[in-house]
T-cell receptor, first 114, second 115 residues
Framework: EAQVTQNPRYLITVTGKKLTVTCSQN?????MSWYRQDPGLGLRQIYYSMNVEVTDKGDVPEGYKVSRKEKRNFPLILESPSPNQTSLYFC?????????????FGDGTRLSIL | DQQVKQNSPSLSVQEGRISILNCDYT??????FLWYKKYPAEGPTFLISISSIKDKNEDGRFTVFLNKSAKHLSLHIVPSQPGDSAVYFCAATTRRTGGGNKLTFGTGTQLKVEL
């Protein structure tokens, strides 16, 4: 089954404690992206990757890091999480990265930073 | 600066009636629009799209209308069913080759279809 898998699904942690949210896709997609969803703000792009070793900033990259060492994986790293990063996070992928192409989303990771 | 706006946070409709979800945009460079649907505890899934060269696109019970002069699009669901209850996101982009295009999402509208 074609899917985008995120882990963990839920995490409560404290300010400053480094965390990583993993994302893996099994569709051999070139493009992967991270979004955060906040009330009243919709989905905002954090980082995206067009291919292995190619990453770029989205609209709200501050406080986040990503890496793309393998085609299937695109982890999101919060080196020193802060309460304003409490949000619902989605990883997505698409075949080529052209935005007119439908993206496949994971089921989300709800992060609470205390 | 919210370039894609969905001014109705929620909408309630009776089963069998028409649901109309609205979306406005400000960036005249946008020329391709998509609707995504999201159920609780799941990620968004693609629903339907429309290019600016068209003013209507239909897929079963779902029709999207585009009014370029008004920078407005709407999603019509006819007839509405309880399983349509979800959050609907409008998204916009420009068509360019090479990929990496940015997709700008609206804030979402929660649709509730009541029996």
């Amino acid at each position: 089954e074609a899917q985008v898998t995120q882990n963990p699904r839920y995490l409560i942690t404290v300010t400053g404690k480094k965390l990583t949210v993993t994302c893996s896709q099994n569709m051999n997609h070139e493009y992967m992206s991270w979004y955060r969803q906040d009330p009243g703000l919709g989905l905002r792009q954090i980082y995206y990757s067009m291919n292995v070793e190619v990453t770029d900033k989205g609209d709200v990259p501050e406080g986040y890091k990503v890496s793309r060492k393998e085609k299937r994986n695109f982890p999101l790293i919060l080196e020193s999480p802060s309460p304003n990063q409490t949000s619902l996070y989605f990883c997505a992928s698409s075949e080529s990265g052209n935005a007119i192409e439908p993206q496949h989303f994971g089921d989300g990771t709800r992060l609470s930073i205390l | 600066d919210q370039q894609v706006k969905q001014n109705s946070p929620s909408l309630s409709v009776q089963e069998g009636r028409i649901s109309i979800l609205n979306c406005d945009y400000t960036n005249s460079m946008f020329d391709y629009f998509l609707w995504y649907k999201k159920y609780p505890a799941e990620g968004p899934t693609f629903l339907i799209s429309i290019s600016s060269i068209k003013d209507k696109n239909e897929d079963g019970r779902f029709t999207v209308f585009l009014n370029k002069s008004a920078k407005h699009l709407s999603l019509h669901i006819v007839p509405s069913q309880p399983g349509d209850s979800a959050v609907y996101f409008c998204a916009a982009t420009t068509r360019r080759t090479g990929g990496g295009n940015k997709l700008t999402f609206g804030t979402g509208t929660q649709l509730k279809v009541e029996l």
